[in-house]
C-alpha cells in the first residue's frame, strides 16, 4: 500500500525558463508547503491507515514484514520526516493556467473562452484550467474541456455542424 495525497493543498508553479519556445517550462510542484500542514497530516493518517489495514485479515496473513517506512519509524514526527522524504507526485498536475477575469485577476491566464491572455489565437484545453486537481484520473473531464473548445473554435469561425460535413 502506498499513501498519497490525492488532492493536495501545497500549490507549486510552473513558469517559463527561456524565450525559446523549445525549451520547456521549469515546474516546481512545491511540496508540503500548505501552511495548515494538511499535506503531511494527510501522509502520516496514510501510513496510519495502511498499517491498520495490513494488521486485519487476510492481510495479515499474506504480508511477512513493513518494508517502509518500516517498523522502528512509529511517531508522527518520524512518519511525517520519511513521508516527506518520498513523496512524490502521483497523479496530475492541475492547475497551472488558472481561469478567470484576465482584466480584473492578475493571476488568471486563461478567459472563460479559453484563451490565453495576450493571444488570442492560443486556448488552454487541458487540467491546467482546473481549479484544484480532481480526486479521480483527469482524462475524461480534459476531454471535456477539449469538446468545449472545439464548439468555441468552431463558432467563432463561424462553422456549423451542417458545413463541417
Known amino acids: 500500500m502506498t499513501p498519497n495525497i490525492p488532492r493536495p ?16 517550462p521549469a515546474l516546481d510542484f512545491g511540496y508540503f508547503t500548505d501552511p495548515e500542514g494538511y499535506d503531511a497530516a494527510t501522509l502520516v493518517y496514510g501510513i496510519k491507515a495502511a498499517r491498520k489495514i495490513a494488521d ?10 513493513e518494508v517502509a517506512p518500516g517498523p522502528a519509524v512509529q511517531t508522527d514526527d518520524a512518519l511525517s520526516h520519511y513521508a516527506r522524504k518520498v513523496a512524490h507526485t502521483v497523479y496530475h498536475p492541475a492547475g497551472t493556467t488558472r481561469m478567470g477575469d484576465v482584466a480584473a485577476d492578475a493571476l488568471a491566464v486563461v478567459d472563460s473562452q479559453l484563451r490565453l491572455r495576450g493571444l488570442k489565437k492560443v486556448r488552454i484545453a487541458d487540467a491546467g484550467i482546473f481549479p484544484t486537481i480532481p480526486t479521480i484520473n483527469p482524462m475524461l473531464t480534459v476531454l471535456g474541456v477539449a469538446e468545449k473548445a472545439a464548439e468555441m473554435i468552431a463558432a ?8 463541417r460535413l
Open 156 to 163: 467563432e469561425a463561424g462553422w456549423t455542424q451542417h458545413a
Open 56 to 65: 486485519t485479515a487476510p492481510f495479515r496473513d499474506w504480508i511477512k514484514r
Open 9 to 24: 493543498r501545497s500549490r507549486g508553479r510552473l513558469y517559463l525558463t527561456s524565450a525559446d519556445p523549445a525549451v520547456k
